[in-house]
Structure formats: C-alpha cells, structure tokens
C-alpha cells in the first residue's frame, strides 16, 4: 500500500484549516462567497493525492490547480475554489503517459475509436505515430481529420522513410538515383514543415531494407534541421541480416553523421542467436552517450514480439518490390529450395512452430500456434505458413525474448515505455500497467518516480515536448489519477482487447476524458505540430 496514514492526517488538516477560518458568522459569510481578489479560483483543482511530477523526485502532497488547458499551480492554497474539485485521496496523481511508439492512427481516423480508449485506461494521454517508417498517408488530410473530428488523446507523428520512398520510388530494391534523392529529401523538409516530430524509419521492412545508411542519413540530416529526432526500428534486432549489434552501430553511426539525436524503437535480443546480448547492446549505447551522442530507447514489457507471417519468415528478398512479386517467387520452382532453406533458419530462429501464435483479429487461425495450424492442415509447418499467408498473411505474436535481456534494457535510464501497440497483441491495451506490474510491483527493478519519469518526463525531454511530460506550472494539464493497487493489466493474448484498470480520472488539455473510471467520450486531444510549440527557448 503506498498510501498511508499520512492522507487521513492531510484531509483532516484541510478541514480543520477550513472550519477555523469559517468560525466566526462575520468569516462564514466570507467563507459563503469568497473575495476573487483573495482566494483563487480554478477550472479544476486536484487535492489529496500523492503527486509524481514527471521527474525523478519521491512524490509528494500538494494541491494541483488548472485553468482552461494549463496548469496554473502546483501549490494551490487550501482555500481554493474551483469549478471541479476531484478528490485524490490515497490515488497517484501523474503527468499523462506519452507513448512514443503506436500503430493507433487507424484508430483516431475512425469516429467509432478514436477515444483511443486502449490508450487513456494505461494512463496515456499522448500518442505517438508514423513509426517503423509508416508515416501518416495523405497526411494533411489525415491531420485534418484528426482535427475536425477531435481526437480522445493528443496525436504527434513522424515523417516516415519508408513512404517517402515509397511514393517516389515504389517498392524498387534499388538505390536512389540523384533526382529520387532529391524528392525524397524535400518531402522530408515538407513534413517537418508540418508539425513532424522527426524522421522513423523500418530497416527491417520493405521498403525501408532496400536503403542504405548513407541514404538514411541524407534524410536524417534534414530532420535534424528541424530540430527532429531520428526513430528507427532498427535493420536488424536479430540475425536475419547483419546483427543486432551491427545493426545498434549503424543506429549510432547514424547519430553521428546526421548530427541528430536517435531514438531505437522496441530494443530487444529477438531470437535465439542473439539472446544474451543486451550487455553488449547497453555497452554501446552508454559509450555513445559518454562521447556526447543522444541515444534513447523504447520498450514493450512483454516477451512476445508482434509482426506478421510473411516479415517472421519469408526471407527480404523475396517480399521485395510488390505482393504478386513475392507470391511469383513463391511460385518459382527454381527458387523453392533457397527459399525453404532461408525460412526454416527462421523458424527456428523464432523459436520454433510453437512458439508463433496467430493474433490477428479476423483470421481464422486466430488463437492457434503454426503447430496447431500445421495439424489441422495436416502439413508441415513451413508449407501451412505459407498457406496461411497467402490467405491474408495475418498478425502473429512470437514469443522470442527472454526475461533477463528484457530486465536488463528496462533498467537504463535512457530507456522508456513504448507500447508498439497492434491489434491482436496485448501490449496495445496493457503495457504500461504490465510494466508498472512487472517492474515496481513483482521485481521491483525500480521506484515509482522512475516508472512515472520513464512513461513522461523522459519522453518528453526525448521529443522536446516542452509543454508536456510534467506536471509543472504553465505545462498543459495532461493529469493523471491513478488507484495504484488496482493499475492493472487485464488484456492477455486469449483477449488481446480487455481495456486495463485502475484510472481513475484522466483530463487531456484540462477536459475530462475519464471520469471516477467512466470514459467521458470527450475528445479533447490536438495534434501536436512540434514547429509551433510556443515553449521553445
């Protein structure tokens, strides 16, 4: 129980305070109708809660005071008034969670979710996206849409690599010729333009593979320009091409040449080569940060990754250019033997059939690990993955980390919750309280203020969202109310959409969105341009 006595003693005192004041009947009437002039008043205040600010102090009691979307006080007088008084009393009050890693833009263009209720029940209020390269399609429209039909959490986004390429050059696997490069550089500078919070980039995937480092870093300059933070996921967070640590060395190597500050997406040991090497990662990132390299990472609490059949086992080559080039090759007799040989080292790289269950929310398969598909089908199980791709190539989550590596990456300081958060896996409805559960609760790997500072403040100071991650005085009122022994992860693989407990309230921009744990339905949330800021010094 992390609140005790001391809150009682705190609501005591506050009526104790109140009832001296209002003792005499000239004072009561005072009390009735307070002088503007003397006692503030609020749009909200927030009383009796533990605070965590964002930082890494030890919480602490203090009344929150918020007008229209600001906070205007972190030491309201006890005699405060306010439209909305919410009582905190044995809660944590916390900055709303920034998420710097989600797939939910699908989500918000969809008047039916875009609450983004999976996110606002973790404590998340800001929701980063354009990851892994995406981008956000059509964007202007799409930021106008997010816009006219509100949005339940705020919304920043990437420039992502991967579409940039892909509108000018498709999905060739080739280099860029001098004019594509140039194309491609000014629609980066053209999303930067728009509000991007940096560049993102998917190595792993098409066509994002097809590029080299010093493509990468041509666009990570201009990013850098903007003041804009290179996201990647990473070439390779495995064996399938060049290595994890090779690919942690083109990361940082990147961060030198484009003189930008980088952020590596989930960081993990994926598979069984390279389990174990999270020391030799962690190694290369705290030297990097010693020559003077900014280096942040995310990361998932869980062990199962999430991508789909096809990037799980068919190999890069044969995905490349378009779908109906990947089923030819498929289809190519000549090619059947290499083709096999290739996905069997990945399967078993993987973790084997059992370890790869279907989450995909509208296959038939959904549930099922490939060896339980590969029995059904009565076939073997490189043969019914195929199958199963080729009949709409569905999520799958493969369970291909270990506890020590995953423990290990959550312990620097230079690492933050991110939830990757897609459909089918849990980890898009629990994975700030499963960290929470997993890390202070069960292996208490570290304090509460860390957990809070690593979910905001961090990313904050990561992205320079200079008006969010904290709860200090004239930073925007993201606030969070959190009933700590009931802050739980109740999604699972077999309901990969259970919605998580324990918010008890949660305001973005001042405007309640959940309410004594009922969503409001509001949808207060803006999209963050990150040229407009006005906190910049």
Sequence with gaps: ??????????????????????????????????????????DVLITGGIVYDGGLQPGRRTIIGISGDRIVSMNAPLQSTADRIIDASDRLVV?????????????????????????????????FIGNDGDGVPDLNETLQLFSQQGTGTNVAFFAGHGDIREQVMGLENRAPTEDELRQMLALTEEQMQAGAVGLSTGLYYTPGSFSSTDEVVALARVAADFGGVYDTHMR????????????????ITIAEDADIPVHISHLKALGREVWGQSGDVISMVNAARERGLKVTANQYPYRASGTRFS??????????????????????ADLKDRIREEMETNL?????????????????????????????????????????????????????MKLPDIYAIALQEWVMTGSDGSEGHPRKYASYPKAFQDMVVTEKLF???????????????????????????GRKADVVVLDVNNYLPLADFENPGRLSSGVVHALV????????GKQTGKLPGVVIHRQHLECET
Aim: glycine letters at 6%; one cysteine or more.
């Design 509 to 516: 921009n001042g405007i309640a969105v959940i309410s004594d």
């Design 348 to 400: 078993w790289r993987r973790g084997g059939p059992d370890a790869m269950l279907v989450t995909g929310t509208d296959s038939p398969w959904r549930g099922m690990t490939l060896t339980e598909i590969a029995e059904n089908m009565q076939r073997d199980s490189l043969d019914a993955a195929l199958e199963v791709v080729r009949a709409g190539d569905p999520s799958i989550a493969s369970f291909v």
């Design 1 to 42: 129980m992390l609140v005790t006595k001391k809150s009682q003693t705190f609501r005591q005192r506050i009526r104790v305070r109140f009832l001296v004041v209002c003792s005499g009947a000239v004072v009561l009437a005072a009390c009735s109708k307070p002088d503007a002039s003397i006692v503030p008043h609020y």
């Design 95 to 127: 900055p709303g969670f920034i998420d710097p890693h989600t797939h939910a833009g699908v989500d918000l263009i969809d008047v039916k979710r875009n609450t983004n209720a999976n996110y606002l029940t973790q404590g998340v209020t800001t929701v």
């Design 236 to 251: 390779d967070e495995s064996a399938y091409t060049i290595g994890l640590l090779a690919s942690v060395k083109e990361t």
């Design 447 to 473: 304090p509460v203020e860390r957990f809070v500072h690593r979910s905001s403040g961090l990313v904050a100071d990561t992205f320079h969202l200079c008006d969010r991650g904290y709860l200090e005085e």
């Design 311 to 332: 990037a799980a086992l068919i190999p890069g080559w044969v995905r490349a250019d378009s779908k109906e080039a990947m089923f030819e090759r498929l289809d190519n």
